[in-house]
Nanobody, 123 residues
Framework: QVQLVESGGGLVQAGGSLRLSCAASLPSFSSYSMAWFRQAPGKEYDFVADISWTGINTHYADSVKGRFTISRDNPKSTLYLEMNRLKPEDTAVYYC????????????????WGQGTQVTVSS
């Protein structure tokens, strides 16, 4: 059974930090490209960051570059998103996603999704 489960969301003041985790049950975690997307109320899915199979290559949306760090622990089948210097505009439901190919920034290219975790940043 393929399953992605996010955790670590919550309420934080502007300037604070959170670390999101995504525990993945996949046939072979290391063979999947992984990504984080987010969706604010009334908005479409926005790309946040992605990471290649081995974790060597990463990409970030301009809005989070320099503040967020994506990483993965393949032996633990876990994806992470370290979020620093959070802003109110970072408020959204954050989703973990996986695909059996190279990384993509378009959410429709990803096969598997978690249920999301809410991040709320107050000013």
């Amino acid at each position: 059974q393929v399953q992605l489960v996010e955790s670590g969301g919550g309420l934080v003041q502007a300037g604070g930090s959170l670390r999101l985790s995504c525990a993945a049950s996949l046939p072979s975690f290391s063979s999947y490209s992984m990504a984080w997307f987010r969706q604010a109320p009334g908005k479409e899915y926005d790309f946040v960051a992605d990471i290649s199979w081995t974790g060597i290559n990463t990409h970030y949306a301009d809005s989070v570059k320099g503040r967020f760090t994506i990483s993965r622990d393949n032996p633990k089948s876990t994806l992470y998103l370290e979020m620093n210097r959070l802003k109110p505009e970072d408020t959204a439901v954050y989703y973990c996603a996986a695909r059996g190919g190279v990384t993509e920034t378009e959410h429709t290219k990803y096969e598997y999704w978690g249920q999301g975790t809410q991040v709320t940043v107050s000013s």
